[in-house]
């Protein structure tokens, strides 16, 4: 048996060593899914199975990489460059690219990024003369997408009356219009969008049989990750591809299928083995990743759904610390209590920053932690946010690019035909689109004939429109002579793009010219590893395809000394020491607009297992008894999925909170009392008479009910302390730390304090509203 093989388990080894037929494997978290594909593959070419016959589809690029990077270590550089492994969307765009002709495309079709594809329809709801507050564009968009990924085509639309019904009920009744628009401006301009990616190598493979029959025989082995994942578009694709030889190994979890959101359909994994004869099911169960409290922890979570593959993981770990609990008061104390927590493990366990990840259920959650972070000058790094490629300057260099190698590209040519300024203006432009349209031309073949277009604009402009014509193709006769650096290098400068940038000496300014530099830096690097791929030449037009398909998933967490701040989308498939869950409260996770079927709720709750399922080591959730959301203070209560797990397996640092009644209606609407008019026998005084001695029983019940932070003043174990706050006596705020007090000023409910706290500088607080607790 080879050596690689004795690295496996016998639940792994099992499926590595089975040639050939349908199987499916059900790999829980943390079992080594990654291992055993790689394996696989590598056995497969062990076994003289010819590695341009072995089709590989992940979920990220990253995925992608890292298990090519194994298997050539396994079977050799040489041999691994020649299989077809990647994305699904990046493996069909290099056969739609292919076979192009065959659709009506060219081999060099832009592909459109989310922002571009919501421009055009924003453009095309206004040419339309539409309200663009009925017909949101994102929501078109999201709506469009859907159709696609539902293989609903604009022709499938207008024969289904239910869906032109609905949005006729949403008040959009030319929603098909709008969708058939699209479509032709996207011919047009030679672009597909993301989805098309998928529809169009669905259309290709059904409408072409000979296409269909190249590619079963091209792929005998197909292998996918991350099955669970899978659409419905991307189903059929690997159905028909898989039909004719039937060597298809899938891998994934039920149990960590998150998408639905996306499209994907937990179904395609559920009934695998309804879609193929005599399918061979292997398990893996066995956790390398998480401690036992971990592991038993998260099974006792996904235990609750009904929908789900009999499995039971386990581990072999140590026991490990129990999950933390704890209930906060705000998102502020949350914020500072995990900070506080990352602050001493790292003290204890002498950790670098790389160690932790906070994980929330959405992108708003973020700011509080990144306050609370920055105040303990902890480094952190927030996966997610804007991706370098959406930047506003890397897009105006792209969109130059773009337009060498598809000079059709409708939404990169309205991008930079005025960027830097050159005196082409919005009405001028718009003269453009209506032509183009009038004469189903792309807007450059207008600029082009110019003298054959009665157009109506100045001389002025028509010289200025011919010398964007003219620059743009004398990039076109370089490209044909370079590499991609070089291009991108000349672009930058030529375009006047730098020397615009440079004008603005402000910070924001140097930091976008910076930010051009990396580009070029990245570009050069592309053009460096293309040299080691097969057939790749490492020109323009693959580095554009590799940019058009890059994902926040891919972005790179290793190494990096710094917190990760990220979605609990974003986590999958990552895993971290020390694992923080914030927000753990009922209406934001599971979320509140996930909670109308049993469905929706058992996807939050495989997205709960998921989060718990990252920690390694130690886990920690956290939620608060009341937080602004929408900019209403609200109170809230500690999610169901915290009462899910078994008892056991938790430790809780503030008692578990006691039932609170809550009011049925809006208190707001009796209005406040108006004492003026309420007629009292006597005054009434809010403090007790100076006669008045509590006994030792009154006094131990107000401390009980004594908040340990007061509004007022502060307090230790008496009713006031003001008399206690002077000038010297230390204190600690919440907030700011252990202090001095400087100096007492003001009297009643003016008093306030200056004090000088040891990490937080000097303050000036107002006494009743200070969180202030005497220390001597």
């Not at 298997?71 to 550089?77: H, L, V």
């Amino acid at each position: 048996m080879e050596d690689y093989i004795q690295e496996l388990n016998d639940a792994q080894r099992a499926p590595v060593l089975q040639k050939d037929g349908p199987m499916i494997v059900i790999a829980g978290a943390g079992s080594g899914k990654t291992r055993v594909l790689t394996y696989r593959i590598a056995h497969l070419m062990h076994q003289g199975v010819d590695p341009f016959n072995i089709l590989a589809l992940t979920f990220t690029n990253k995925a992608a990489r890292e298990m090519k990077k194994r298997i050539a270590a396994i079977a050799g550089a040489s041999e691994t460059k020649n299989l077809w492994m990647g994305t699904f969307h990046s493996v069909f765009a290099k056969i739609l690219r292919i076979e192009a002709d065959r659709l009506g495309y060219p081999s060099n079709f832009t592909i459109y990024d989310t922002q571009d594809s919501q421009r055009l329809i924003s453009s095309i709801i206004k040419e339309m003369g539409l309200d663009k507050d009925v017909y949101k564009y994102k929501q078109v968009y999201s709506r469009i997408s859907s159709y696609k990924n539902s293989l609903i085509t604009v022709k499938a639309y207008f024969q289904n009356g239910e869906l032109m019904e609905a949005d006729a009920m949403a008040k959009r009744p030319r929603m098909g219009d709008i969708y058939q628009n699209y479509v032709d401006r996207c011919f047009k301009a030679g672009a597909m969008d993301f989805d098309d990616l998928l529809l169009k190598t669905n259309e290709l493979l059904n409408r072409f049989p000979e296409v269909l029959a190249k590619y079963q025989n091209r792929f005998r082995y197909i292998l996918v990750d991350e099955y669970q994942d899978t659409n419905h578009s991307q189903y059929l694709i690997v159905r028909a591809l898989s039909d004719k030889f039937q060597n298809i190994c899938v891998v994934g979890d039920d149990a960590q299928s998150i998408y639905a959101f996306r499209g994907a359909n937990i179904n395609n994994i559920l009934n695998f083995q309804k879609d193929y004869d005599n399918v061979q099911q292997y398990r893996l169960e066995q956790n390398y990743r998480s401690t036992k409290n971990i592991v038993k922890a998260a099974n006792s979570i996904i235990d609750k759904n009904k929908t789900k593959l009999d499995k039971v993981v386990w581990t072999a770990n140590d026991d490990g610390p129990k999950i933390i609990v704890n209930r906060l008061l705000t998102d502020g104390d949350e914020g500072r209590f995990v900070a506080s927590s990352i602050f001493d493990n790292q003290m204890q366990h002498q950790l670098t920053s790389g160690n932790f990840a906070i994980l929330y259920r959405t992108n708003a959650q973020s700011r509080a932690m990144e306050d609370a972070l920055r105040k303990r000058d902890i480094k952190y790094r927030i996966f997610g946010g804007l991706s370098f490629y959406q930047r506003k300057e890397i897009k105006d260099v792209l969109a130059y690019l773009r337009l060498i190698i598809n000079p059709k590209d409708e939404e990169a040519l309205k991008r930079v035909i005025n960027y830097p300024a050159r005196g082409i203006g919005a009405t001028t432009i718009d003269k453009l689109v209506v032509a183009a349209n009038h004469y189903n031309r792309s807007i450059f073949e207008v600029m082009e004939n110019l003298d054959k277009i009665d157009l109506k604009i100045n001389s002025g402009t028509k010289n200025r429109l011919e010398n964007f014509v003219t620059m743009i193709k004398s990039f076109q006769v370089t490209n044909q002579s370079v590499d991609a650096f070089t291009l991108a290098e000349t672009v930058a400068k030529q375009t006047g793009l730098l020397q615009e940038l440079k004008k603005d000496g402000t910070p924001e300014g140097i930091a976008r010219i910076e930010n051009i530099e990396e580009l070029l830096n990245g570009i050069r690097d592309f053009v460096e590893g293309q040299k080691e791929i097969v057939d790749a030449t490492g020109n323009l037009a693959e580095f554009l395809e590799d940019v058009a398909l890059a994902t926040d998933m891919d972005q790179d967490t290793g190494d990096d000394d710094r917190v990760a701040l990220m979605t609990i989308h974003l986590a999958k498939g990552l895993e971290f020491p020390f694992v923080y869950i914030v927000g753990m409260e009922e209406d934001l996770f599971p979320s509140g607009m996930s909670m109308n079927t049993r469905a929706e709720l058992e996807e939050e709750r495989r997205l709960f297992y998921v989060a718990l399922t990252r920690a390694e080591k130690q886990a920690y959730l956290t939620y608060t008894q009341s937080r602004y959301r929408w900019g209403k203070l609200i109170d809230a209560e500690p999610s169901r999925f915290i009462e899910e797990i078994n008892p056991e397996y938790i430790d809780y640092l503030t008692p578990v909170e006691e039932y609170r009644y809550k009011p049925l209606m809006d208190t707001d609407i009796f209005g406040e009392v108006d004492k003026s008019k309420l007629r009292l026998k006597k005054p009434v005084s809010s403090s007790p008479p100076s006669s008045f001695k509590p006994s030792e029983e009154q006094l131990r019940k107000l401390r009980k009910i004594r908040p340990e932070h007061s509004s007022s003043s502060p307090t230790r174990g008496a009713i006031t302390l003001d008399e206690n706050l002077k000038e010297g006596a230390t204190v600690e705020h919440v907030r700011f730390g252990r202090g001095k007090i400087i100096k007492v000023e003001g009297v009643g409910q003016d008093k306030k304090a200056e004090i000088n706290f040891d990490t937080g500088g000097i303050k000036k607080l107002l006494l009743r509203f200070a969180k202030l607790k005497l220390i001597e």
